[in-house]
């Protein structure tokens, strides 16, 4: 296995395409599910409720399909994924057509759960290559998002007009297309079986006490939870602020556009600065472009121009901080901890995920695009706080070695 990407394993980029599949849905639902909540919601504070309950899902299913794919196997895993993101699309069309609010709701459960799978694909592009190939591989796998980025807010505005008396119901005639498209690109993969009671003779299995309290751990977890929880709490508030300020489904389409775009272009050279610089430079940078995100809501004037200026920094922020986060989480396992540790990190990222998409609905709604905007700046402090504690430890244990 060499470290360029062209001769990575055909697994690697079935996964990226896979990848790509589940975040064009992804940028569909988050250009129309606040507009969706907004429209169907009796209470206009449960605007975000789909969404929330949608992260919810991710979040409970972390757990589980961690553990299933170690017992079943990651292609069964992925392909029990697909078949339920195909169901929930259904049960979306439904409800709009019916104008049934918690009928949607349902639905994004289940798009919840297709998630909480398909999240593992960066894990999976982990374990198809050697170890020196893993920060390469997890962000060739990322870098399938960028399609998703041209592909799916304009899915969504193509797709509105498919029935013209419900905007709505369009893109998840479309969705259930992508959905199935994700499992039969992942029948042709190449992927392990995780047979945990296998491995686990081969290697000692720590306490998950142990396990979890290691720095390197809680600073992969940190930057990962608290990066992803503040992108969210802005980026699923981004459209509620822009209709607002009077702007139509166009002007938002190309906003969420660059946002995606700079959440998964990054990862063309995210791991060879990983490789070249190191993980801490990477994730440092990652929380810089934070604040600029956050500066540039709160003191520019409200434009297209500027939101997309916003969203761009906000996307990039994402990017750095959850490859990078990714990439430090592999080094804190072994292979027979790998279900109990990705499983946890992934609970507890879709944890604060899920919070800030119940949440940031209701302060959009209540207080206002300035609020959503000064309630995210604490979590990327302490991402910030987290990366320099683990950058001084590390100083620190180079000095007593030398």
Request: some cysteine; hydrophobic content about 50%; overall charge negative.
């Given at each position: 296995m060499t470290t360029n990407p062209e001769r990575m394993p055909y697994t690697v980029y079935l996964l990226s395409l896979c990848n790509a599949y589940m975040y064009v849905g992804a940028s569909m639902l988050i250009t129309v599910s606040a507009l969706i909540g907004f429209d169907l919601a009796p209470d206009k504070r449960l605007t975000t409720l789909p969404l929330a309950l949608q992260f919810f899902a991710i979040m409970c299913t972390s757990v589980p399909a961690s553990f299933i794919m170690g017992k079943f196997g990651r292609k069964i895993g992925f392909l029990l994924a697909g078949a339920i993101g195909v169901v929930g699309a259904g049960i979306a069309l439904w409800s709009i057509l019916d104008n049934n609010f918690y009928g949607y709701c349902v639905a994004t459960v289940c798009f919840g759960v297709f998630a909480g799978f398909a999240n593992y694909y960066r894990f999976t592009a982990a374990e198809v290559v050697n170890p020196s190939n893993k920060s390469l591989s997890i962000s060739l796998v990322m870098a399938g998002g960028v399609i998703a980025a041209f592909i799916g807010p304009n899915l969504a505005s193509w797709s509105s007009g498919?029935?013209?008396?419900?905007?709505?119901?369009?893109?998840?005639?479309?969705l259930m297309g992508v959905y199935l498209l994700s499992m039969f690109t992942i029948a042709f993969a190449d992927l392990p079986v995780?047979?945990?009671?296998?491995?686990?003779?081969?290697?000692?299995?720590?306490?998950?006490?142990?396990?979890?309290?290691?720095?390197?751990?809680?600073?992969?977890?940190?930057?990962?939870?608290?990066?992803?929880?503040?992108?969210?709490?802005?980026?699923?508030?981004?459209?509620?602020a822009m209709d607002a300020h009077h702007y139509g489904m166009a002007d938002t389409g190309t906003v969420i556009q660059w946002h995606v775009v700079a959440m998964f272009a990054p990862s063309f050279f995210t791991g060879h600065l990983i490789k070249r610089l190191g993980i801490v430079p990477v994730l440092l940078a990652g929380a810089v472009f934070g604040f600029i995100s956050i500066a540039v809501n709160l003191l520019a004037p409200i434009s297209v121009a500027n939101f997309v200026i916003a969203l761009v920094a906000l996307g990039i922020s994402w990017n750095f901080l959850y490859v990078g986060g990714t990439t430090l989480l592999t080094d804190a396992y072994n292979p027979a901890e790998k279900s109990r540790a990705q499983g946890f990190n992934d609970l507890s990222v879709f944890s604060v995920v899920t919070l800030t998409a119940l949440t940031t609905g209701t302060v959009h709604h209540l207080w206002g695009w300035q609020s959503v905007n000064l309630l995210a700046l604490p979590m990327l402090i302490i991402v910030f706080l987290a990366i320099i504690w683990l950058w001084t430890m590390r100083r620190l244990l180079h000095t007593q070695h030398v």
């Open positions: 498919i029935f013209a008396a419900h905007e709505f119901a369009g893109p998840f005639v479309v995780l047979n945990t009671h296998v491995i686990e003779g081969d290697y000692t299995v720590r306490p998950l006490g142990e396990l979890i309290s290691q720095p390197i751990f809680i600073v992969a977890v940190i930057c990962q939870m608290l990066g992803y929880g503040a992108m969210n709490f802005v980026m699923s508030s981004t459209p509620l």
